[in-house]
C-alpha cells in the first residue's frame, strides 16, 4: 500500500455476496487494516448443527486507509465496492468502530437493529463498554443499548441496564 499524507479514515467496503472472509483475508495479504466483525451464530442442516462465525453484517466489511489509496482497495478479491452517499465515500467516525469491537469483545451477542433517525443518545457508564455512545432503544419490553453504524446505515443492539447509562447532553 502506497504510503500518503492523508491521515487513515474508516471507509464501509461492500463485498461480493457470500465473500466477506475472503476479501478480508486478502486485505490482510495487502498490508490493509481491515476489520471484520464475526458472531456466533448456530446453523442446523438436514443432517447436523453447527455454530460458525458469521459476519455481523452481511455483505460489509471496514478498511482503515487513507482516502487516496481506495484503488488498492477496490482490486482486491471480493471487494464490490466503496460504498459511497452523495457521491463522497462514506467514512466511519472511529467511536463507532470501537463500540463495535468493544461490544464484540466485551462478550454481548448483538442482534441486527432497525436504524434509526431519532432516539435518544446514551453513554455507558460501567462495564466493558464504559464511554461507549449510542441510542437507547427499546424492543419486546426491555431497554436495548443501539451503536449505528452511519457509513453502512445498519446498527447493532444489545439488551442492557438502564442503570448503567446516562443521557448525552449536547
Do not use: C
Not at 49 to 55: A, E, G, L, R
Not at 83 to 111: C, H, R, S, W
Amino acid at each position: 500500500m502506497i504510503s500518503s499524507s492523508n491521515d487513515p479514515v474508516w471507509l464501509a467496503v461492500y463485498t461480493k455476496p457470500r465473500h466477506e472472509k475472503v476479501a478480508d483475508e486478502w486485505l490482510k495479504k495487502k498490508d490493509i487494516e481491515s476489520y471484520l466483525p464475526l458472531v456466533k451464530r448456530h446453523r442446523q442442516w438436514k443432517d447436523r448443527k453447527k455454530t460458525v462465525w458469521m459476519p455481523l453484517f452481511r455483505s460489509y466489511l471496514f478498511v482503515h486507509i487513507p482516502l487516496v489509496d481506495s484503488l488498492y482497495v477496490l482490486q482486491t478479491h471480493g471487494v464490490h465496492h466503496i460504498v459511497n452517499f452523495n457521491k463522497k465515500p462514506a467514512v466511519i467516525p472511529d467511536f463507532q468502530i470501537e463500540g463495535v469491537k468493544k461490544m464484540l469483545e466485551g462478550g454481548y451477542t448483538p442482534e441486527p437493529h432497525d436504524y434509526m433517525e431519532v432516539g435518544e443518545e446514551v453513554e455507558i457508564t460501567t462495564g466493558p463498554m464504559k464511554g461507549i455512545q449510542g441510542i437507547l432503544s427499546r424492543k419486546d419490553g426491555g431497554n436495548r443499548f443501539v451503536i449505528k453504524i452511519d457509513g453502512i446505515q445498519q446498527a447493532i443492539s444489545v439488551l442492557i441496564d438502564p442503570g448503567k447509562l446516562k443521557a448525552i447532553k449536547r
